[in-house]
T-cell receptor, first 109, second 114 residues
Framework: GQQVQQSPASLVLQEGENAELQCNFS?????MQWFYQRPGGSLVSLFY???GTKHSGRLTSTTVIKERRSSLHISSSQTTDSGTYLC???????????FGKGTSLTVIP | EAAVTQSPRNKVAVTGGKVTLSCNQT?????MYWYRQDTGHGLRLIHY???????EKGDIPDGYKASRPSQENFSLILELATPSQTSVYFC?????????????FGEGTRLSVL
């Protein structure tokens, strides 16, 4: 069955608003990654975060292993944040990732 | 600079034809991966490799073969292409010994099978 579930599936924000993206997983994990994908583009890693909280600029990722969830918080959203955000987990050491279906974010000016 | 290069970037094939998607990495990574991305399914792993000469089945290998002739190159082969294989295909390379480093992805190949 589905190992990684993301919510919401899509989100529209006014520029300057904050966003909270969720990722829930049904299996143990060895590695948790958040990726960003521009429409029609490749995937770019945002965070490696198997546990705890990490910050990068306006982005914050929090992973709580015992609750089997990870979140990505975007503060003060900008139009350039528009795109798809994907979480992916691996439960082995070989980086064979299972991806969620992604959250499509649109930020309007 | 680390890179994963896919070719072709776009491909139109006919049903029953043979299609080969190529991937080259300059990262000296042992592991390489082929994923497909479809609306409603996210990315799904087709085949992967631990190094030259090795290929392993991923979650959806049916209808696909893979070849890893060298550390740098990893190909995905559709012997008899079908319309259900119309998708965007991504290649990636990774270092399994370093979970701090995410796999690096290519730009994708958009395949249409008519």
């Amino acid at each position: 069955g589905q190992q990684v579930q993301q919510s919401p599936a899509s989100l529209v924000l006014q520029e300057g608003e904050n966003a909270e993206l969720q990722c829930n997983f049904s299996t143990s994990l060895n590695s948790m990654q958040w990726f960003y994908q521009r429409p029609g583009g490749s995937l770019v890693s945002l965070f490696y975060n198997p546990s705890g909280t990490k910050h990068s600029g306006r982005l914050t990722s929090t992973t709580v292993i015992k609750e089997r969830r990870s979140s990505l918080h975007i503060s003060s959203s900008q139009t350039t944040d528009s795109g798809t955000y994907l979480c992916a987990l691996s439960n082995t050491g070989y980086q064979n990732f299972y991806f969620g279906k992604g959250t499509s974010l649109t930020v309007i000016p | 600079e680390a890179a994963v290069t896919q070719s072709p970037r776009n491909k139109v094939a006919v049903t029953g034809g043979k299609v080969t998607l190529s991937c080259n990495q300059t990262n000296n990574h042992n592991n390489m991966y082929w994923y497909r991305q479809d609306t409603g399914h996210g990315l799904r792993l087709i085949h992967y490799s631990y190094g030259a000469g090795s290929t392993e089945k991923g979650d959806i290998p049916d209808g696909y073969k893979a070849s890893r002739p060298s550390q740098e190159n990893f190909s995905l082969i559709l012997e008899l292409a079908t319309p259900s294989q119309t998708s965007v295909y991504f290649c990636a390379s990774g270092d399994p010994g370093n979970n701090n480093q995410a796999p690096l992805f290519g730009e994708g190949t958009r395949l249409s099978v008519l």
